[in-house]
């Protein structure tokens, strides 16, 4: 079975302290890995899509890296706005289907 | 340009009522996602529309959800005789094909009294 486990379920920064969302996958194939901010009563919000081993993406403070079984989401001198659920999801290849597979999510906090 | 629109935002209605949640994708996507996200989870997929068909409805919990897209672009997700167990925020994505990037649109929370 498919199956996305983000670590950890919740983190408190202080303004300014970097640090990495991880998320582990098991799935049959990957077609390709994506990350989502999600807000408070909002729907998902895109940040990155990675495909293969080796691949990178960064926006602003966020960096996106994915290996063949985890991918981190790295946050560099992190402010409050960057405060949310950061969500991560995978295609799997096996089955035809096109759903999305999401893990729970970390609620990152950001105190100033 | 406009995003997913969903309506309504809330909605409240009393266990064993009938109730129509409608998604509006964003123009020219052609593939359209139903999931659902209790508190604390990620969201679960429900149903995927490509064009007017559901592609694949493996995710519907039982016969009391049904969803349609009879023109290729509005869905209505549509659930009879609501239990307590229903509520939950349903969102609704759209793609511009198949395993393309998915965009979310607010959400409709849902809640069974």
């Known amino acids: 079975e498919d199956q996305v486990t983000q670590s950890p379920e919740a983190l408190r920064l202080q303004e300014g302290e970097s640090s990495s969302l991880n998320c582990s996958y098991t799935?049959?194939?990957?077609?390709?890995l994506f990350w989502y901010r999600q807000d408070p009563g909002k729907g998902p919000e895109f940040l990155f899509t990675?495909?293969?081993a080796g691949e990178e993406k960064e926006k602003e403070r966020l960096k996106a890296t994915l290996t063949k079984k985890e991918s981190f989401l790295h946050i560099t001198a992190p402010k409050p706005e960057d405060s949310a659920t950061y969500l991560c999801?995978?295609?799997?290849?096996?089955?035809?289907?096109?759903?999305?597979?999401f893990g729970k999510g970390t609620k990152l906090t950001v105190n100033p | 340009g406009a995003g997913v629109s969903q309506t309504p935002s809330n909605k409240v209605t009393e266990k064993g009522k009938y109730v129509e949640l409608r998604c509006d994708p964003i123009?020219?996507?052609?593939?359209l996602y139903w999931y659902r996200q209790s508190l604390g989870q990620g969201p679960e997929f429900l149903i995927y529309?490509?064009?007017?068909?559901?592609?694949?409805d493996s995710g519907l919990p039982n016969d009391r959800f049904f969803a349609v897209r009879p023109e290729g672009s509005v869905s209505t997700l549509k659930i009879q005789r609501t239990e307590r167990g229903d509520s939950a925020v349903y969102l609704c994505?759209?793609?511009?094909?198949?395993?393309?990037?998915?965009?979310f649109g607010p959400g409709t929370r849902l809640t069974v009294l």
């Open positions: 994505a759209s793609s511009p094909g198949m395993t393309d990037t998915q965009y």
């Open positions: 799935v049959s194939g990957l077609r390709g």
């Open positions: 990675l495909y293969s």
């Open positions: 999801a995978v295609y799997p290849s096996g089955g035809g289907s096109e759903k999305l597979v």
């Open positions: 123009s020219g996507h052609t593939a």
């Open positions: 529309f490509q064009g007017t068909g559901a592609a694949d």
